[in-house]
Protein backbone atom coordinates (compact mmCIF):
# COMPACT_ATOMS: atom_id res chain seq x y z
CA UNK A 1 0.00 0.00 0.00
CA UNK A 2 1.72 2.80 -0.96
CA UNK A 3 1.68 6.88 -0.01
CA UNK A 4 3.40 10.04 -0.27
CA UNK A 5 3.58 10.22 3.71
CA UNK A 6 3.17 7.80 6.46
CA UNK A 7 1.93 9.21 9.79
CA UNK A 8 1.89 6.56 12.78
CA UNK A 9 -0.69 8.16 15.60
CA UNK A 10 -3.46 9.80 15.33
CA UNK A 11 -2.74 11.81 18.36
CA UNK A 12 -3.28 16.20 18.18
CA UNK A 13 -0.06 16.58 16.12
CA UNK A 14 -0.47 13.19 13.89
CA UNK A 15 -4.03 14.78 13.03
CA UNK A 16 -2.50 18.25 11.71
CA UNK A 17 0.35 16.57 9.64
CA UNK A 18 -2.13 14.47 8.20
CA UNK A 19 -4.25 17.62 7.20
CA UNK A 20 -0.59 19.46 6.06
CA UNK A 21 0.16 16.96 3.90
CA UNK A 22 -3.36 16.34 2.15
CA UNK A 23 -3.16 20.09 1.36
CA UNK A 24 -0.13 19.73 -0.08
CA UNK A 25 -1.78 17.38 -2.44
CA UNK A 26 -0.42 14.10 -0.95
CA UNK A 27 -1.55 10.98 -0.68
CA UNK A 28 -1.26 10.42 3.03
CA UNK A 29 -1.68 7.10 5.63
CA UNK A 30 -2.99 8.09 9.10
CA UNK A 31 -3.44 5.31 11.56
CA UNK A 32 -4.93 5.28 15.29
CA UNK A 33 -4.52 3.01 18.42
CA UNK A 34 -7.98 4.19 19.41
CA UNK A 35 -11.45 4.70 17.57
CA UNK A 36 -11.05 8.72 18.30
CA UNK A 37 -8.61 10.77 16.68
CA UNK A 38 -7.10 13.91 18.92
CA UNK A 39 -4.93 12.41 21.61
CA UNK A 40 -4.56 14.93 24.93
CA UNK A 41 -7.60 16.81 23.69
CA UNK A 42 -10.10 13.83 22.88
CA UNK A 43 -8.78 10.31 23.97
CA UNK A 44 -7.32 11.33 26.67
CA UNK A 45 -9.31 13.88 27.89
CA UNK A 46 -7.24 16.68 28.79
CA UNK A 47 -8.59 20.42 28.27
CA UNK A 48 -5.99 22.81 26.79
CA UNK A 49 -3.43 24.43 28.40
CA UNK A 50 -2.42 27.30 27.27
CA UNK A 51 0.04 31.00 27.31
CA UNK A 52 -1.36 34.47 28.41
CA UNK A 53 -1.34 35.73 25.03
CA UNK A 54 -3.53 32.88 22.94
CA UNK A 55 -6.35 34.67 22.46
CA UNK A 56 -4.63 37.33 20.05
CA UNK A 57 -1.13 35.42 18.90
CA UNK A 58 1.46 32.57 19.66
CA UNK A 59 -0.11 29.51 17.74
CA UNK A 60 -0.75 28.93 14.58
CA UNK A 61 -3.78 29.82 12.48
CA UNK A 62 -5.42 26.87 12.36
CA UNK A 63 -4.76 26.19 15.74
CA UNK A 64 -6.54 29.59 16.97
CA UNK A 65 -9.29 28.94 14.31
CA UNK A 66 -10.19 25.66 15.91
CA UNK A 67 -10.29 28.15 19.47
CA UNK A 68 -12.79 29.89 17.87
CA UNK A 69 -14.81 26.75 16.44
CA UNK A 70 -15.22 25.27 19.96
CA UNK A 71 -17.08 28.57 21.04
CA UNK A 72 -18.80 28.52 18.17
CA UNK A 73 -20.32 25.45 19.15
CA UNK A 74 -20.90 26.55 22.18
CA UNK A 75 -22.60 29.58 20.87
CA UNK A 76 -24.64 27.34 18.85
CA UNK A 77 -26.76 25.65 22.16
CA UNK A 78 -29.90 26.80 22.46
CA UNK A 79 -29.85 26.33 26.32
CA UNK A 80 -25.79 28.83 26.26
CA UNK A 81 -26.60 31.71 27.90
CA UNK A 82 -27.00 34.97 25.95
CA UNK A 83 -24.91 36.80 27.87
CA UNK A 84 -22.37 34.69 27.49
CA UNK A 85 -22.89 33.85 23.34
CA UNK A 86 -22.41 37.61 22.89
CA UNK A 87 -18.90 37.35 24.50
CA UNK A 88 -15.94 37.34 21.80
CA UNK A 89 -13.79 35.36 24.61
CA UNK A 90 -15.09 33.07 26.75
CA UNK A 91 -14.47 30.00 28.65
CA UNK A 92 -17.19 27.37 28.46
CA UNK A 93 -16.58 25.35 31.51
CA UNK A 94 -15.05 28.17 33.30
CA UNK A 95 -11.71 26.80 34.25
CA UNK A 96 -8.93 28.14 35.67
CA UNK A 97 -6.37 26.20 34.28
CA UNK A 98 -7.51 26.64 30.29
CA UNK A 99 -8.97 29.22 28.32
CA UNK A 100 -11.34 27.10 26.67
CA UNK A 101 -12.09 24.02 28.17
CA UNK A 102 -14.80 21.62 26.98
CA UNK A 103 -16.25 18.64 26.57
CA UNK A 104 -13.51 15.58 24.32
CA UNK A 105 -16.57 15.11 22.03
CA UNK A 106 -16.27 18.75 20.94
CA UNK A 107 -12.91 18.89 19.77
CA UNK A 108 -13.34 15.47 18.42
CA UNK A 109 -16.15 16.56 16.07
CA UNK A 110 -14.54 19.71 15.03
CA UNK A 111 -11.02 17.80 14.59
CA UNK A 112 -13.29 14.74 12.71
CA UNK A 113 -14.99 17.77 10.34
CA UNK A 114 -11.31 19.07 9.38
CA UNK A 115 -9.73 16.13 8.02
CA UNK A 116 -13.06 14.72 6.12
CA UNK A 117 -12.65 16.76 3.04
CA UNK A 118 -9.27 15.19 2.52
CA UNK A 119 -10.94 11.51 3.43
CA UNK A 120 -13.95 11.97 0.68
CA UNK A 121 -11.10 12.79 -2.21
CA UNK A 122 -9.21 10.09 -0.97
CA UNK A 123 -6.37 12.15 -0.24
CA UNK A 124 -6.28 10.20 3.15
CA UNK A 125 -6.86 7.01 4.59
CA UNK A 126 -7.58 7.13 8.40
CA UNK A 127 -7.61 3.53 10.02
CA UNK A 128 -8.32 2.95 13.58
CA UNK A 129 -7.30 0.61 16.34
CA UNK A 130 -4.10 0.47 14.30
CA UNK A 131 -0.65 0.44 15.64
CA UNK A 132 2.59 -0.18 14.48
CA UNK A 133 4.49 -3.73 14.44
CA UNK A 134 7.63 -3.86 11.76
CA UNK A 135 9.54 -2.28 9.51
CA UNK A 136 12.12 -2.26 6.93
CA UNK A 137 14.90 -0.27 7.01
CA UNK A 138 17.60 -0.16 4.47
CA UNK A 139 20.90 2.41 4.49
CA UNK A 140 18.89 4.54 7.06
CA UNK A 141 15.79 4.30 5.01
CA UNK A 142 12.38 3.74 6.14
CA UNK A 143 11.02 1.21 3.02
CA UNK A 144 8.07 -0.10 4.58
CA UNK A 145 6.12 -0.22 7.92
CA UNK A 146 3.39 -3.18 9.40
CA UNK A 147 0.75 -1.91 10.87
CA UNK A 148 -1.90 -4.18 12.40
CA UNK A 149 -5.75 -3.93 13.66
CA UNK A 150 -6.21 -4.53 17.19
CA UNK A 151 -9.54 -5.84 16.59
CA UNK A 152 -9.27 -7.93 13.47
CA UNK A 153 -5.94 -8.75 13.78
CA UNK A 154 -5.52 -7.94 9.97
CA UNK A 155 -1.89 -6.60 8.87
CA UNK A 156 -1.13 -4.22 6.13
CA UNK A 157 2.23 -2.82 4.75
CA UNK A 158 2.37 0.43 4.06
CA UNK A 159 4.88 1.94 1.99
CA UNK A 160 6.40 6.23 1.65
CA UNK A 161 8.56 8.39 0.86
CA UNK A 162 8.41 10.25 4.32
CA UNK A 163 6.73 8.36 8.14
CA UNK A 164 5.86 10.47 10.80
CA UNK A 165 6.00 9.24 14.02
CA UNK A 166 2.40 10.72 15.94
CA UNK A 167 2.44 9.01 18.65
CA UNK A 168 2.06 9.66 22.12
CA UNK A 169 4.96 7.58 23.57
CA UNK A 170 7.39 7.78 20.37
CA UNK A 171 5.99 4.10 19.43
CA UNK A 172 7.71 4.37 15.91
CA UNK A 173 11.14 4.83 17.14
CA UNK A 174 12.49 1.93 18.63
CA UNK A 175 10.76 -0.25 15.65
CA UNK A 176 12.33 1.86 12.45
CA UNK A 177 16.06 1.69 14.84
CA UNK A 178 15.79 5.60 15.68
CA UNK A 179 18.18 6.54 17.89
CA UNK A 180 16.42 8.04 21.10
CA UNK A 181 16.05 9.37 24.68
CA UNK A 182 13.92 8.20 27.62
CA UNK A 183 14.05 9.57 31.10
CA UNK A 184 16.03 12.28 32.89
CA UNK A 185 19.44 13.15 31.26
CA UNK A 186 22.29 14.04 32.92
CA UNK A 187 23.88 17.33 33.76
CA UNK A 188 27.41 16.25 32.20
CA UNK A 189 25.44 15.31 29.21
CA UNK A 190 23.21 18.77 28.76
CA UNK A 191 24.71 20.83 31.40
CA UNK A 192 21.26 22.27 32.61
CA UNK A 193 20.99 23.60 35.57
CA UNK A 194 18.09 21.18 37.09
CA UNK A 195 19.44 17.88 35.64
CA UNK A 196 20.73 15.31 37.41
CA UNK A 197 23.80 14.31 38.33
CA UNK A 198 23.39 10.49 37.25
CA UNK A 199 20.94 10.88 34.34
CA UNK A 200 18.05 7.98 34.40
CA UNK A 201 16.37 6.87 31.58
CA UNK A 202 13.53 5.17 33.80
CA UNK A 203 12.53 8.39 35.80
CA UNK A 204 9.75 9.76 33.57
CA UNK A 205 6.87 11.75 34.36
CA UNK A 206 3.86 10.33 35.31
CA UNK A 207 0.57 9.20 33.62
CA UNK A 208 -2.72 10.44 34.06
CA UNK A 209 -6.20 8.44 33.38
CA UNK A 210 -8.66 11.10 33.01
CA UNK A 211 -11.87 10.26 34.50
CA UNK A 212 -15.26 13.01 33.79
CA UNK A 213 -17.46 13.51 37.20
CA UNK A 214 -20.91 14.89 37.54
CA UNK A 215 -21.25 16.75 40.46
CA UNK A 216 -25.37 15.48 41.05
CA UNK A 217 -26.66 16.36 44.76
CA UNK A 218 -29.83 14.83 44.20
CA UNK A 219 -28.53 10.84 43.44
CA UNK A 220 -26.11 8.40 45.21
CA UNK A 221 -24.22 7.58 42.34
CA UNK A 222 -20.86 5.69 44.48
CA UNK A 223 -18.94 2.73 42.80
CA UNK A 224 -18.14 -0.64 44.54
CA UNK A 225 -15.14 -0.40 46.36
CA UNK A 226 -12.02 -1.43 43.91
CA UNK A 227 -9.55 -4.13 44.53
CA UNK A 228 -6.98 -1.87 45.18
CA UNK A 229 -8.20 0.78 47.34
CA UNK A 230 -6.90 -0.05 50.50
CA UNK A 231 -3.36 -0.21 48.77
CA UNK A 232 -3.69 3.42 46.92
CA UNK A 233 -5.30 4.87 50.11
CA UNK A 234 -2.13 3.84 52.17
CA UNK A 235 0.32 5.22 49.70
CA UNK A 236 2.30 8.12 51.18
CA UNK A 237 3.66 10.82 48.33
CA UNK A 238 8.06 11.65 49.67
CA UNK A 239 6.99 15.15 50.66
CA UNK A 240 5.71 15.82 54.47
CA UNK A 241 4.65 12.59 55.56
CA UNK A 242 1.29 12.71 53.14
CA UNK A 243 -1.11 10.93 51.56
CA UNK A 244 -1.73 10.64 48.07
CA UNK A 245 -5.72 10.60 48.84
CA UNK A 246 -6.10 14.19 50.59
CA UNK A 247 -6.33 17.94 49.81
CA UNK A 248 -2.80 18.40 50.36
CA UNK A 249 -0.69 18.41 46.76
CA UNK A 250 3.00 18.78 46.33
CA UNK A 251 4.32 22.86 46.09
CA UNK A 252 6.87 22.55 43.00
CA UNK A 253 8.16 26.15 44.45
CA UNK A 254 8.77 25.17 48.00
CA UNK A 255 8.84 21.24 48.09
CA UNK A 256 6.57 21.54 50.23
CA UNK A 257 2.56 20.38 50.72
CA UNK A 258 0.05 22.65 49.62
CA UNK A 259 -3.85 22.94 50.41
CA UNK A 260 -6.26 22.89 47.59
CA UNK A 261 -9.73 21.86 48.33
CA UNK A 262 -12.09 20.42 46.36
CA UNK A 263 -13.97 23.54 45.63
CA UNK A 264 -13.55 27.64 45.03
CA UNK A 265 -13.91 29.76 48.06
CA UNK A 266 -15.12 26.73 50.82
CA UNK A 267 -11.94 27.29 52.97
CA UNK A 268 -11.24 31.02 53.98
CA UNK A 269 -7.93 31.79 52.14
CA UNK A 270 -8.33 29.18 49.58
CA UNK A 271 -10.21 30.83 46.41
CA UNK A 272 -9.53 28.49 43.78
CA UNK A 273 -10.81 24.25 44.00
CA UNK A 274 -10.09 21.33 42.72
CA UNK A 275 -13.09 21.12 41.10
CA UNK A 276 -13.14 24.41 38.90
CA UNK A 277 -9.69 23.16 37.81
CA UNK A 278 -10.78 21.40 34.28
CA UNK A 279 -14.09 22.33 34.93
CA UNK A 280 -15.63 21.58 31.26
CA UNK A 281 -19.43 22.06 32.02
CA UNK A 282 -20.47 25.11 34.50
CA UNK A 283 -24.05 24.85 35.64
CA UNK A 284 -23.45 28.74 35.45
CA UNK A 285 -23.26 29.39 32.03
CA UNK A 286 -26.65 27.38 30.90
CA UNK A 287 -30.80 28.04 31.30
CA UNK A 288 -31.89 24.22 31.43
CA UNK A 289 -29.97 23.52 34.92
CA UNK A 290 -27.54 21.01 34.01
CA UNK A 291 -25.08 19.70 35.94
CA UNK A 292 -21.12 20.16 36.38
CA UNK A 293 -18.93 18.04 34.77
CA UNK A 294 -15.13 18.06 35.47
CA UNK A 295 -12.31 16.13 34.06
CA UNK A 296 -10.78 14.72 36.94
CA UNK A 297 -6.99 14.84 36.11
CA UNK A 298 -5.65 16.05 39.82
CA UNK A 299 -2.70 15.35 41.78
CA UNK A 300 -4.47 11.89 43.62
CA UNK A 301 -4.46 9.97 40.00
CA UNK A 302 -1.28 11.07 38.87
CA UNK A 303 0.59 7.40 38.35
CA UNK A 304 4.36 7.72 39.90
CA UNK A 305 4.24 4.00 40.27
CA UNK A 306 6.35 2.86 37.17
CA UNK A 307 6.47 3.14 33.39
CA UNK A 308 3.97 2.26 30.51
CA UNK A 309 6.90 2.38 27.82
CA UNK A 310 10.52 1.06 27.82
CA UNK A 311 9.23 -0.92 30.84
CA UNK A 312 9.17 -4.89 31.61
CA UNK A 313 5.56 -4.26 33.25
CA UNK A 314 4.31 -1.01 31.24
CA UNK A 315 0.77 -3.08 30.78
CA UNK A 316 0.90 -3.88 34.24
CA UNK A 317 0.87 -0.16 35.22
CA UNK A 318 -1.42 0.69 32.32
CA UNK A 319 -4.14 -1.30 34.03
CA UNK A 320 -2.73 0.20 37.58
CA UNK A 321 -3.44 3.64 36.50
CA UNK A 322 -6.74 3.08 35.69
CA UNK A 323 -7.15 1.04 39.20
CA UNK A 324 -5.58 4.84 41.07
CA UNK A 325 -7.97 6.70 39.28
CA UNK A 326 -11.25 4.56 40.18
CA UNK A 327 -9.57 4.33 43.49
CA UNK A 328 -9.27 8.01 43.76
CA UNK A 329 -13.08 8.64 42.57
CA UNK A 330 -14.14 6.02 45.75
CA UNK A 331 -12.13 8.25 47.71
CA UNK A 332 -13.87 11.34 46.61
CA UNK A 333 -17.53 9.85 46.99
CA UNK A 334 -16.92 8.38 50.22
CA UNK A 335 -13.66 9.59 52.45
CA UNK A 336 -12.67 12.95 50.96
CA UNK A 337 -13.22 15.17 54.08
CA UNK A 338 -15.79 17.83 53.48
CA UNK A 339 -15.62 21.54 55.14
CA UNK A 340 -18.85 20.50 57.33
CA UNK A 341 -16.71 17.48 58.82
CA UNK A 342 -18.42 14.88 57.23
CA UNK A 343 -17.08 12.73 54.43
CA UNK A 344 -17.63 12.31 50.48
CA UNK A 345 -19.24 14.62 47.88
CA UNK A 346 -21.87 13.26 45.34
CA UNK A 347 -19.96 13.10 42.70
CA UNK A 348 -20.89 10.65 39.54
CA UNK A 349 -18.67 8.84 36.57
CA UNK A 350 -20.03 10.01 33.23
CA UNK A 351 -19.15 7.13 30.67
CA UNK A 352 -21.38 9.72 27.93
CA UNK A 353 -18.70 12.62 28.24
CA UNK A 354 -15.55 9.95 27.50
CA UNK A 355 -17.17 7.63 24.94
CA UNK A 356 -16.35 4.30 27.17
CA UNK A 357 -18.47 2.12 29.53
CA UNK A 358 -17.24 3.62 33.17
CA UNK A 359 -16.41 7.11 32.46
CA UNK A 360 -12.11 6.72 32.17
CA UNK A 361 -10.91 8.31 29.18
CA UNK A 362 -10.29 5.88 25.94
CA UNK A 363 -6.13 6.21 26.75
CA UNK A 364 -4.16 7.89 29.64
CA UNK A 365 -2.82 11.00 29.25
CA UNK A 366 1.33 10.82 28.81
CA UNK A 367 3.43 13.58 29.36
CA UNK A 368 6.37 12.45 28.34
CA UNK A 369 7.44 10.65 25.45
CA UNK A 370 10.39 8.89 23.61
CA UNK A 371 12.62 11.67 22.28
CA UNK A 372 14.38 11.37 19.04
CA UNK A 373 18.06 12.19 19.08
CA UNK A 374 18.29 15.38 16.77
CA UNK A 375 20.47 17.89 14.74
CA UNK A 376 19.70 20.10 18.25
CA UNK A 377 18.27 19.12 21.52
CA UNK A 378 16.52 21.75 23.22
CA UNK A 379 18.13 22.42 26.57
CA UNK A 380 16.67 24.39 29.93
CA UNK A 381 19.41 26.91 29.10
CA UNK A 382 17.45 27.36 26.33
CA UNK A 383 14.27 28.46 27.58
CA UNK A 384 14.52 29.15 31.09
CA UNK A 385 14.70 32.69 32.68
CA UNK A 386 17.97 31.75 34.59
CA UNK A 387 19.57 32.59 31.66
CA UNK A 388 18.16 36.72 32.78
CA UNK A 389 17.91 37.55 28.86
CA UNK A 390 15.68 37.45 26.80
CA UNK A 391 15.99 34.48 24.42
CA UNK A 392 17.53 35.13 20.22
CA UNK A 393 15.37 34.32 17.48
CA UNK A 394 16.13 31.27 16.15
CA UNK A 395 17.10 30.86 12.53
CA UNK A 396 15.28 27.84 11.71
CA UNK A 397 12.24 28.16 14.27
CA UNK A 398 9.18 26.78 12.59
CA UNK A 399 6.69 27.73 15.57
CA UNK A 400 6.48 29.55 19.19
CA UNK A 401 5.03 28.56 22.21
CA UNK A 402 5.13 28.98 26.15
CA UNK A 403 4.68 27.25 28.93
CA UNK A 404 6.76 26.88 32.21
CA UNK A 405 9.38 23.56 32.91
CA UNK A 406 6.31 21.60 34.75
CA UNK A 407 7.49 18.13 35.80
CA UNK A 408 5.13 16.19 37.63
CA UNK A 409 6.07 13.70 40.29
CA UNK A 410 8.41 11.58 38.62
CA UNK A 411 8.35 7.60 38.63
CA UNK A 412 12.01 6.54 39.98
CA UNK A 413 13.02 9.93 42.04
CA UNK A 414 10.15 10.93 42.62
CA UNK A 415 11.37 14.51 41.81
CA UNK A 416 9.56 17.46 40.47
CA UNK A 417 9.59 21.07 39.42
CA UNK A 418 7.98 24.29 37.93
CA UNK A 419 10.31 26.85 36.88
CA UNK A 420 9.76 29.85 34.38
CA UNK A 421 10.44 30.39 31.15
CA UNK A 422 10.44 32.95 28.49
CA UNK A 423 8.12 32.68 25.20
CA UNK A 424 9.91 30.14 22.94
CA UNK A 425 10.29 29.15 19.49
CA UNK A 426 10.44 25.47 18.18
CA UNK A 427 14.08 24.89 16.35
CA UNK A 428 13.50 22.93 13.27
CA UNK A 429 17.20 21.23 13.74
CA UNK A 430 15.34 19.53 16.62
CA UNK A 431 12.73 17.91 14.30
CA UNK A 432 15.48 16.27 12.37
CA UNK A 433 16.74 12.99 13.58
CA UNK A 434 20.54 12.80 13.41
CA UNK A 435 20.95 9.59 11.55
CA UNK A 436 17.42 8.33 9.56
CA UNK A 437 16.62 10.18 6.42
CA UNK A 438 13.25 10.10 6.28
CA UNK A 439 11.69 10.41 9.55
CA UNK A 440 9.92 13.00 11.53
CA UNK A 441 8.73 13.68 14.74
CA UNK A 442 5.14 14.70 14.77
CA UNK A 443 3.71 14.84 18.65
CA UNK A 444 5.82 14.91 21.80
CA UNK A 445 8.63 13.38 20.49
CA UNK A 446 10.80 16.09 19.20
CA UNK A 447 14.62 16.50 19.79
CA UNK A 448 13.73 17.93 24.09
CA UNK A 449 14.99 16.83 27.30
CA UNK A 450 13.31 15.36 29.85
CA UNK A 451 13.11 18.80 31.81
CA UNK A 452 12.39 20.86 28.33
CA UNK A 453 10.12 18.22 26.86
CA UNK A 454 7.73 19.62 30.31
CA UNK A 455 7.36 22.82 28.62
CA UNK A 456 7.25 21.67 24.47
CA UNK A 457 4.36 19.57 25.26
CA UNK A 458 1.39 21.41 25.31
CA UNK A 459 -1.76 21.78 23.28
CA UNK A 460 -0.65 24.49 21.07
CA UNK A 461 3.18 23.08 20.67
CA UNK A 462 1.87 19.54 20.01
CA UNK A 463 -0.26 21.14 17.45
CA UNK A 464 2.37 23.62 15.65
CA UNK A 465 4.91 20.50 15.60
CA UNK A 466 2.43 18.30 13.58
CA UNK A 467 1.57 20.73 11.41
CA UNK A 468 4.58 21.87 10.77
CA UNK A 469 6.00 18.28 10.13
CA UNK A 470 3.00 17.50 7.52
CA UNK A 471 4.49 20.58 5.36
CA UNK A 472 8.57 19.59 6.11
CA UNK A 473 7.08 16.02 4.82
CA UNK A 474 5.53 17.66 1.78
CA UNK A 475 7.98 19.94 0.80
CA UNK A 476 10.93 17.47 0.24
CA UNK A 477 9.13 15.94 -1.68
CA UNK A 478 7.68 18.66 -3.86
CA UNK A 479 11.40 20.32 -4.04
CA UNK A 480 13.02 17.03 -3.99
CA UNK A 481 15.80 18.02 -1.41
CA UNK A 482 16.88 16.11 1.68
CA UNK A 483 15.90 16.70 5.40
CA UNK A 484 19.47 18.53 5.23
CA UNK A 485 18.81 20.64 2.58
CA UNK A 486 15.35 21.80 4.03
CA UNK A 487 17.71 23.09 7.33
CA UNK A 488 20.05 25.10 4.85
CA UNK A 489 20.06 25.69 1.75
CA UNK A 490 15.57 25.60 1.31
CA UNK A 491 15.64 27.10 5.04
CA UNK A 492 14.47 30.40 3.88
CA UNK A 493 11.82 29.25 1.41
CA UNK A 494 10.14 26.99 3.60
CA UNK A 495 9.47 29.79 6.22
CA UNK A 496 8.32 31.67 3.75
CA UNK A 497 5.62 29.06 2.75
CA UNK A 498 5.04 27.78 6.53
CA UNK A 499 4.31 31.85 7.39
CA UNK A 500 1.59 31.57 4.35
CA UNK A 501 0.18 29.08 5.91
CA UNK A 502 -0.61 31.04 9.42
CA UNK A 503 2.40 29.94 10.98
CA UNK A 504 3.92 31.78 12.95
CA UNK A 505 7.67 31.81 13.25
CA UNK A 506 8.36 34.79 16.08
CA UNK A 507 7.78 36.05 19.33
CA UNK A 508 7.60 40.54 18.99
CA UNK A 509 8.33 41.12 22.32
CA UNK A 510 7.47 44.73 21.88
CA UNK A 511 3.86 43.46 22.29
CA UNK A 512 4.41 41.58 25.58
CA UNK A 513 4.95 41.57 29.08
CA UNK A 514 7.38 38.72 30.15
Not at 81 to 92: A, G, V
Not at 266 to 294: F, Q
Not at 384 to 409: C, F, Q, T, W
Request: aromatic share 10%; net charge negative; hydrophobic share 35%.
Amino acid sequence: MKYDIAIIGGSLGGVQAAISAAKQNKKVYLCEETDWIGGQLTSQAVPPDEHPWIEEFGATKRYLDFRKAVRDHYRSIPEFKEEIRQKECFCPGNSWVSRVAHEPKVALKLLEDMISEYQKDGRLILDYNTVAEGSTVENDTIKRVTVRNLLTKEEKVIEAEYFLDATDCGDLLPIVGAEYRTGAESKELTGEFHAPEVGDPYDMQPITWVAALELNPDGDYKIEKPEKYDYFASLGVPYDDNLLFSWYNADAHTRKKTFLPMFDGEYEGYPLGLWSYRRIIDTANYTDGRKEVTLFNWPQNDFALGNVFEDKDAKENLELARQQTLCAVYWLQNEAPRVDGGKGYPVKLRPDIMGTEDGLAKAAYIRESRRIVAKKTICEQDVSKRSNELPPKLEDSVGVGHYAIDIHMTTKSHSFLYDATYPFEIPLSSMIPVRIKNLLPACKNIGSTHLTSGCYRLHPVEWNVGEVAGYAAAYCIDHKVTFEELLTTELKTFQEELESEGVQLHWDFSKMQV
